[in-house]
């Protein structure tokens, strides 16, 4: 049996590279070291090019079993001589993928998120396995310097970081103090709303501690009823300063929250939403807000420019109807002096009708009217003779 340090592990190591950070080989030694002996179940999240998987398989002498799972196909390559090393290829928090997983082991003893490092994806991970780790095992995500970073889904101040989860769930554990008829999900309900996960209340209540480092967070598993504050130790008799201390508390008397403490009035506890949250909706709403009024400046505009291309055009057709109006009125003028005209023709006509009506009824038409009558047969005497004469030619 080896009683190597992990630093020396590391050190010694030759074949498929891993990669640690310094403080990870340090505190992971302090994690580990009793589970060493253990039969220990061990899942590693995002393996690259499978390293670390050759070196648990020798710190920990009676490990159980050795999982890897990392979505980059090319770990398929990945062999080993232990039979108790596996790797499964595929995004661990697929389903399916997650029933491979769960296949070479139904609970683990120790999981390491070491994969995308993106904020959305450890959460979805730790929703996701944390009910498969055993009672007294941990859970540890790597690499939490990402969640501070915008292309990993984070930032100092989001509220949907993986950071920001961890220390929210850092709150769960103290869930019987919070003076207020809520559960433990509802804190983390915009965040699993977000990235479409969820932790049901008995595994949230199995969380016994949220621990910290540069990083990295470890959150270890505890039966609910270990997590509880217990009962109030008294030791001694000596009361010198403050005294009826065991007036007070009764020795040996289990905690109960003090009714006097409730929280139903008090603004932070009672609202429905934490305010780094309702912060992030505003800020979203806002943006989105302005964003709607770009786009319906941009359409204003536009309809502003449909508005005075159709003035122009109203005005030139405006022009145009002046126009015609113009040309309408003038030649109105013209049927008016036609019309004057007409009348006086008209008027012109029936006095010459009334003078040729007059001569005719006068005595100079009734005087020569046989001397007319003797002009009438002499012309009809020539037509007369004319024919005969074409007439004779004719035979």
């Known amino acids: 049996m080896s009683n190597k ?12 590279v891993s990669d640690k950070w310094t ?16 039969p220990v179940r061990l899942l590693e999240i995002g393996i690259q090019n499978g390293g670390s998987l050759d070196i648990w398989s020798r710190y920990f002498s009676k490990v159980a079993a050795l999982i890897g799972c990392d979505i980059n196909p090319d770990c398929a390559c990945l062999n080993y001589d232990d039979p108790r090393i596996g790797v499964v290829i595929g995004d661990a928090n697929a389903p399916e993928v997650c029933k491979r997983v769960l296949q070479r082991s139904s609970e683990f003893d120790i999981i390491i998120d070491d994969g995308s490092h993106l904020s959305s994806d450890i959460i979805k991970s730790f929703a996701l396995y944390f009910p498969r780790i055993a009672e007294g095992g941990v859970f540890i995500a790597e690499d939490l310097h990402c969640s501070y970073w915008s292309q990993f889904k984070g930032g100092l101040f989001d509220p949907y970081s993986s950071i920001s989860f961890f220390k929210r769930l850092a709150d769960i554990i103290s869930h019987e103090h919070w003076g207020i008829p809520k559960l433990r999900a509802d804190i983390l309900r915009g965040i699993f709303t977000k990235y479409g996960c969820e932790i049901d209340e008995e595994s949230l209540a199995q969380v016994h501690s949220v621990e910290f480092l540069n990083s990295m967070c470890v959150i270890r598993k505890a039966p609910a009823a270990d997590n509880r504050l217990g009962r109030r130790f008294i030791a001694g008799s000596m009361e010198l300063v403050v005294p009826n201390s065991t007036v007070m508390w009764p020795h040996d008397k289990p905690y109960q929250f003090d009714p006097g403490f409730d929280q139903s009035g008090n603004p932070w506890s009672v609202r429905e939403t934490p305010p780094d949250e309702v912060t992030q909706y505003m800020e979203l709403a806002l943006a989105n807000a302005q964003q709607r009024m770009a786009s319906l400046s941009q359409t204003l505009s536009e309809r502003e420019g449909q508005v005075a291309r159709l003035s122009q055009a109203v005005s030139e057709r405006d022009g145009q109807v002046a126009r015609l109006s113009q040309a309408v009125s003038e030649r109105e003028e013209q049927l008016v002096s036609l019309g004057i005209t007409l009348s006086e023709r008209d008027t012109q006509v029936a006095s010459l009708g009334q003078l040729v009506q007059a001569y005719q009824e006068s005595i100079s038409w009734r005087i020569t009217k046989p ?16 024919r005969g004469a074409y007439a004779g030619n004719g035979r």
């Open 371 to 386: 001397v007319r009558f003797v002009g009438w047969m002499i012309k009809r005497i020539k037509k007369a003779l004319v």
């Open 5 to 16: 340090t992990i630093h020396q592990l590391y050190r010694e190591h030759e074949g498929k």
């Open 23 to 38: 403080l990870y080989l340090s505190e992971y030694e302090r994690l580990f070291k009793d589970y060493r002996d253990k």
